[in-house]
Nanobody
Framework: QVQLVESGGGLVQAGDSLRLSCTTS????????VGWFRQAPGKEREYVGA????????FGKNFVQGRFSFSRDNSKNTAYLDVSSLKTEDTAVYYC?????????????????WGQGTQVTVST
C-alpha cells in the first residue's frame, strides 16, 4: 500500500516560517509530480501548488504572492513546502499528493496518492 507521510505541522505564531515535508518509502518519488493542497475548516480543499519531476513549479491562484515555495529531494524521496510570514488564515490541514505528469496539477482527482494531512495552526 502506497503511503505519503506529511510532517512539520503544528502550532505556530503569526509571522513565523514553517517547512512541511512529504515523504514516502513506497514510491519512486522521482517519477511523480508532488502537489500540495490545504483545507481550512468549513472550506473546500484548495490547491497550493506543485513541484514537477524536473523541479519546475506551479502555484495555485491564491499562492503567488511569494510566501510559499516548493522543492523536492528525489534522493530522499521527499518534497517540501516552505511557508513564510504565516498568517492566521493559513490555518488548515495541509496535504501532499502524488500524480503522474498527465492531468491538471490543480485538480485533486488527478492525484493517485495522498498523505493523511498535517495540521497547521497559526495563532496571533
Amino acid at each position: 500500500q502506497v503511503q505519503l507521510v506529511e510532517s512539520g505541522g503544528g502550532l505556530v505564531q503569526a509571522g513565523d516560517s514553517l517547512r512541511l515535508s512529504c515523504t514516502t518509502s513506497s514510491l519512486t518519488f522521482s517519477s511523480y509530480v508532488v502537489g500540495w493542497f490545504r483545507q481550512a475548516p468549513g472550506k473546500e480543499r484548495e490547491y497550493v501548488g506543485a513541484v514537477f519531476r524536473g523541479g519546475s513549479i506551479t502555484f495555485g491562484k491564491n499562492f503567488v504572492q511569494g510566501r510559499f515555495s516548493f522543492s523536492r529531494d528525489n534522493s530522499k524521496n521527499t518534497a517540501y513546502l516552505d511557508v513564510s510570514s504565516l498568517k492566521t488564515e493559513d490555518t488548515a490541514v495541509y496535504y501532499c499528493a502524488a500524480k503522474t505528469e498527465q492531468g491538471n496539477a490543480a485538480v485533486p482527482s488527478a492525484y493517485l496518492y495522498w498523505g493523511q494531512g498535517t495540521q497547521v495552526t497559526v495563532s496571533t
